[in-house]
């Protein structure tokens, strides 16, 4: 017997929210390393800190969003939306940080990093245009996930492949 959909809807925010929580002790051991830290950070460290205490600020909302959705009767659909566009910026974040370390990596080659760049922007509309659609259509559900598995895929590949390169 396949279990019900409540079920199913239950453990993914039990999954989630469990790992909000690791994520949350992970910006906290951040923030302490770097606020006892005697050093100066850099204007580089000082983004990348931003990046992360955003990325963990959209977590936090998207998490809130999603126990709505499971405790309400009717769920208005601009959370469905919210939910959509809060993920993007989420995977827009992450994957700039990647394509950003592809570009240094590959010593601040633009048309290395043009490809990786081309590939969000794109997984990015076809995510924004699921928010806005009023039914869903299979393309635009598999679409950008496909796209964004392939450009993490790409960056990690290039990133590895660069200091494979050098190092042997």
């Known amino acids: 017997m396949a279990p019900s959909r409540a079920l199913i809807e239950l453990v993914s925010v039990m999954c989630e929210s469990v790992l909000v929580g690791a994520y949350a002790v992970l910006v906290g051991l951040l923030v302490y390393i770097l606020a006892s ?3 100066a950070s850099s204007t580089m460290h000082r983004i990348l800190f ?13 998490l809130g969003l999603v126990m709505q959705q499971f405790s309400a009767a009717v769920v208005p659909v601009g959370n469905f939306q919210t939910q959509i566009v809060l993920s993007v910026f989420q995977f827009v974040i992450g994957d700039m940080v990647l394509i950003w370390r592809v570009w240094v990596i590959w010593g601040k080659n633009y048309f290395i990093a043009a490809g990786p760049f081309i590939i969000m922007i794109i997984a990015a509309a076809l995510t ?18 496909a796209l964004i598995v392939a450009n993490t895929s790409i960056c990690t590949l290039l990133i590895a492949g660069r200091i494979w390169w050098e190092t042997f």
Do not use: C, G, Y
């Open 50 to 62: 931003s990046a992360s205490i955003a990325m963990f600020i959209i977590s936090v909302v998207h």
């Open 37 to 39: 830290s005697r050093k």
């Open 128 to 145: 924004f245009n699921l928010a806005t659609l009023t039914e869903t259509r299979p393309f635009f559900t598999t679409a950008p996930v």
